[in-house]
């Protein structure tokens, strides 16, 4: 399938070919029909599938096709960086356009955001409620409202306020939502409740995506991005089979790229904004065996046949099952053996989890001497060993000082003892010298001066008030 079989405007082919975008994603292809006939859509669909594409497509077009003023399209994100990425792609879809493209999100100057209320707004639900009380922004005028990452927004308790801003559309004639999945966590219901009779749409979550039989799957317990790259380096050396490994975004294929260069290893990449001359030039090196290692984004390894992949490397974690039976499907094929690993990150245990229960498959936690440390043991909530505790500590476990002085016994030191520690006794002299005087005193029948009588003013009874 191609963009052009879609009959969209050519600005919108041009800025689409011009974005490197040679065919439709597989949500493109299943949302684009419906939603470019005005259906309302629901997808399923993780990020990184092309899915922003997919609703923004339809939109443009709506809006270049149609005369309109205000706010005329509003997209809903959990967060601002979402938001962001959201605003960018579509100022570059709309580039030569007369269609403006703006954001209101938290941390962002207000007055600039309430001067500026383009025709696509990306919003995030915080920020909006605000300006919708104060009555400062207007949304009678949307003709199509998008939630995207619904399943976030749930969990991040915005099911009331997408209610209220839904509420206060009242012109629209098209929604969509989107979330990566579409099971659990009240989505049906939150999705009945905003749109209207909507095409269902799902990626990646069908039964031929189901984790190979043949494939293990493994996990490493990393501090950061430091020890992901000594435990990467060390698979690698000791392990030398054709090697896929998954980043999130293309900074960190030349981060990783960069770092395994310097181990010694010869790699090749792959991310979302290369050409297809170098795209193809690469997987082709990879395919033809001329280099071992292949370093990719989802998207951009999206749609490739790279055969006879031993081993997958969860660089960094999938968002989600689904992600993570995408890649790992690359390994394990056709009866043959393979393993996916993942990099886990302390907060990411739960996700660990979650993604084991979800695809209903054991994930054995490893460990390597010196290297990384074991993943802590689950314990009931509110039970925390001082072991343990180090062991979850921001190093991944090698705190070592922390634990030596964990060891050594505590001594209670009393500061005035160190404090006049080496100095002369004045006390006790005071005190020999006041017994001196007194016996001299009493040989001569006189109390002398400087010796204090027993009861009298400024003996304290502190050891330091010279009473004898
Ligand atoms: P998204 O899932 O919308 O966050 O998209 C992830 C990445 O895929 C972004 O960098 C998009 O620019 C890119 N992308 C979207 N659609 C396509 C496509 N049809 N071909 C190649 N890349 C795409």
Not at 212 to 237: F, I, M, S
Not at 284 to 290: E, Q, V
Request: hydrophobic share 35%; net charge positive.
């Amino acid at each position: 399938m191609t963009f052009e079989e879609f009959d969209l405007p050519p600005f919108l082919l041009e800025n689409i070919r011009k974005k490197g975008w040679e065919k439709p994603t597989e949500v493109q292809e299943q949302v684009l029909p419906a939603a470019l006939s005005g259906r309302d859509v629901m997808g399923g669909a993780p990020t990184g599938t092309g899915k922003s594409g997919a609703f923004l497509v339809p939109i443009i077009k709506r809006l270049c096709e149609r005369p309109g003023v205000g706010v005329r399209a509003l997209i809903l994100e959990p967060s601002r960086e979402l938001a962001l990425q959201v605003a960018n792609e579509a100022a570059v879809l709309c580039d030569g356009t007369q269609i403006e493209c703006g954001t209101i999100i938290g941390g962002a100057d207000r007055d600039a955001q309430l001067e500026r209320q383009c025709a696509i707004t990306v919003a995030t639900p915080g920020r909006l409620i605000e300006f919708l009380r104060k009555e400062a922004v207007d949304l009678e005028n949307v003709e199509v409202l998008v939630i995207d990452e619904a399943d976030r927004m749930l969990d991040m308790g915005f099911r009331a306020d997408v209610n209220k801003i839904s509420e206060a559309c009242p012109s629209r004639q098209q929604s969509m939502l989107f979330s990566a999945t579409l099971e659990g966590s009240g989505i049906g219901r939150f999705a009945s409740e905003v749109l209207d009779d909507p095409e269902e749409v799902r990626v990646g979550s069908g039964d031929g995506d189901k984790l190979p039989e043949d494939l293990k799957l493994r996990a490493y317990y990393t501090a950061g991005d430091e020890q992901k790259c000594r435990v990467l380096v060390q698979l690698l050396t000791t392990r030398r089979v054709r090697s896929l490994v998954f980043v999130k975004t293309r900074d960190r294929v030349g981060m990783v790229r960069a770092l395994l260069r310097r181990a010694g290893f010869d790699v090749a990449t792959l991310e979302g904004d290369m050409s297809q001359a170098e795209r193809d030039g690469a997987s082709r090196r990879f395919r033809d065996g001329a280099c071992d290692i292949l370093v990719a984004t989802d998207i951009a390894a999206r749609g490739l046949d790279l055969p006879d992949v031993k081993a997958v490397y969860n660089f960094d974690m999938p968002t989600n099952a689904a992600v993570l039976t995408h890649r790992s499907g690359r390994t394990a094929r056709a009866g043959s053996r393979g393993v996916s690993v993942l990099f886990v990150l302390p907060e990411q245990i739960e996700s660990l989890d979650s993604i084991s229960r979800y695809t209903g498959r054991e994930i054995e936690k490893r460990h390597i001497k010196g290297v990384c440390a074991e993943f802590p043991a689950a314990r009931p909530q509110g039970e925390r060993s001082e072991k343990k505790r180090s062991r979850a500590s921001e190093s991944g476990g090698f705190d070592k000082r922390r634990k030596e002085e964990e060891k050594k016994p505590r001594v209670k030191k009393r500061y005035r003892v160190i404090k006049n520690k080496g100095k002369p006794d004045f006390a006790e002299k005071r005190r020999r010298k006041a017994e001196i005087a007194a016996r001299k005193a009493a040989a001569h029948g006189a109390a002398p001066e400087g010796a204090a009588p027993s009861g009298a003013e400024g003996a304290s009874g502190d050891g330091e008030g010279g009473q004898p």
